[in-house]
């Protein structure tokens, strides 16, 4: 089946960066766009931005640009997203999630399990 | 404005209809997908579209959508249905960015 499986929680200080990583499976990988979401404890759902497997283009919220770095590795079906000069307020459950976009129809499904970061000295 | 506008809190009655909304400029543009999630787990979507339910969705969840505004129904709630409901849509300025709304927590009676 259709299926993202993350990478573990972490654990960081403030200044270092973090990798996650999204494993798919079950389709072809370079067929749709990846995206990274967010949430921060409690808080909504926060959009950081995509990667096209296919060519590595990548598009990124104007929130995270300069410190998000997406790629991916097509000979292990895997995206990657780091996020560099890590503060508390990054503290966050991060999710990968596979685009489906038809015209003005568009969907994420399915989700990663989410990976929580925690950042803290 | 590239933003969608959800109402924080809905309640309903066990068994009766509720509506949440979405507001945004690019709902006139993109249709909104909609997104439950229960604490501790991952969004899972349950309408997109004009009003698609994926397999497995109870088909008491239906979507609409007039002008600037898309709507998630419930009709018939359930107990289970208890849970945050965020809308995402496109961002009709270009850019090709993503725009979630804030989420609704709907808490069944």
């Known amino acids: 089946q259709v299926q993202l499986v993350q990478s573990g929680a972490e654990v960081k200080k403030p200044g270092a960066s973090v990798k996650v990583s999204c494993k798919a499976s079950?389709?072809?990988?370079?067929?749709?766009?990846l995206h990274w979401v967010r949430q921060d404890p409690g808080q909504g759902l926060e959009w950081m931005g995509w990667?096209?497997?296919?060519?590595?283009?990548?598009n990124y919220a104007q929130k995270f640009q300069g410190r998000v770095t997406m790629t991916r590795d097509m000979s292990i079906t895997t995206a990657y997203m780091e996020l560099s000069r890590l503060t508390s307020d990054d503290t966050a459950v991060y999710y990968c999630a596979r685009d489906h976009l038809v015209g003005p129809t568009g969907w994420f499904d399915p989700w990663g399990q989410g990976t929580l970061v925690t950042v803290s000295s | 404005s590239s933003e969608l506008t959800q109402d924080p809190a809905v309640s309903v009655a066990l068994g009766q209809t509720v509506r949440i909304t979405c507001q945004g400029d690019s709902l006139r543009t993109y249709y909104a997908s909609w997104y439950q999630q229960k604490p501790g787990h991952a969004p899972v979507v349950v309408i997109y579209?004009?009003?698609h339910g994926p397999s497995g969705i109870p088909d008491r969840f239906s979507g609409s959508s007039s002008g600037n505004t898309a709507s998630l129904t419930i009709t018939g709630a359930q107990e289970e249905d208890e849970a945050d409901y965020y809308c995402?849509?496109?961002?009709?300025?270009?850019?090709?960015?993503?725009?979630f709304g804030g989420g609704t927590k709907l808490t069944v009676l």
């Open positions: 579209g004009k009003n």
């Open positions: 079950g389709y072809t990988f370079t067929a749709y766009y």
């Open positions: 995402k849509s496109r961002d009709s300025t270009g850019n090709h960015h993503v725009l």
């Open positions: 990667i096209d497997p296919n060519s590595g283009g990548t």
